[in-house]
């Protein structure tokens, strides 16, 4: 934030089968160089937990409260 660097693709997923080297691709929006040194950090990896959901096909779905109410419906603090 403070050099005008980011990352693309973010957040990232990894397949559970990949074996191969995990890398991140940096962009810099900025107007000067930017150079990683060794020992820099650069990014971070979350570990989670994979759920496999039963799909059910309907006809139609439920009301519910928030019906069709798209961003921000909820309520803005």
């Known amino acids: 934030m403070k050099y005008g660097i980011g990352l693309l693709n973010s957040p990232g997923t990894i397949d559970s089968d990949y074996r191969g080297e995990i890398a991140v691709i940096l962009m810099n929006f900025g107007k000067e160089p930017f150079f990683i040194n060794d020992g820099d950090r650069i990014a971070q990896?979350?570990?989670?937990?994979?759920?496999?959901?039963?799909?059910?096909?309907?006809?139609?779905?439920?009301?519910?409260?928030?019906?069709?109410?798209?961003?921000?419906?909820?309520?803005?603090?």
């Not at 759920?51 to 109410?69: C, M, N, P, S």
């Open 45 to 77: 990896l979350v570990i989670s937990k994979i759920w496999k959901a039963k799909i059910l096909e309907v006809e139609e779905l439920d009301q519910t409260e928030r019906g069709e109410g798209g961003f921000g419906h909820t309520g803005v603090r």
